[in-house]
């Protein structure tokens, strides 16, 4: 069973960082494409970055370029965002997505 459980979320101030994480089980891991996707209150959900299988190849939405990471290591499962230079229009709530299969989402709140 593919199973997909983010963390990290939480309350941050403007100009703050998190960094959320998701632990991946159930499929093979290090050949799998890796996403995150956010969706605010009232909005579609939509993609934020996603990484290749070896974690060589990545790219992001054009909102967060340059103050988002996404990495992996996969020699434990897990996928990674380092978000940096918060902004309130980054809250929202996060998903770690493969193939067909979505996490729980963990919220990030931005706000003074």
């Known amino acids: 069973e593919v199973q997909l459980v983010e963390s990290g979320g939480g309350l941050v101030q403007p100009g703050g960082s998190l960094r959320l994480s998701c632990a991946a089980s159930?499929?093979?891991?290090?050949?799998?494409?890796m996403y995150w996707y956010r969706q605010a209150p009232g909005t579609e959900r939509g993609l934020v970055a996603w990484?290749?299988?070896?974690?060589?190849?990545?790219n992001y939405a054009g909102s967060v370029k340059g103050r988002f990471t996404i990495s992996r290591d996969n020699a434990k499962n897990m996928l990674y965002l380092q978000m940096n230079s918060l902004k309130p229009e980054d809250t929202a709530v996060y998903y770690c997505?493969?193939?067909?299969?979505w996490g729980q989402g963990t919220q990030v709140t931005v706000s003074s």
């Open positions: 997505k493969t193939a067909n299969y």
């Open positions: 990484i290749s299988n070896g974690g060589a190849v990545t």
């Open positions: 159930g499929f093979t891991f290090s050949s799998a494409l």
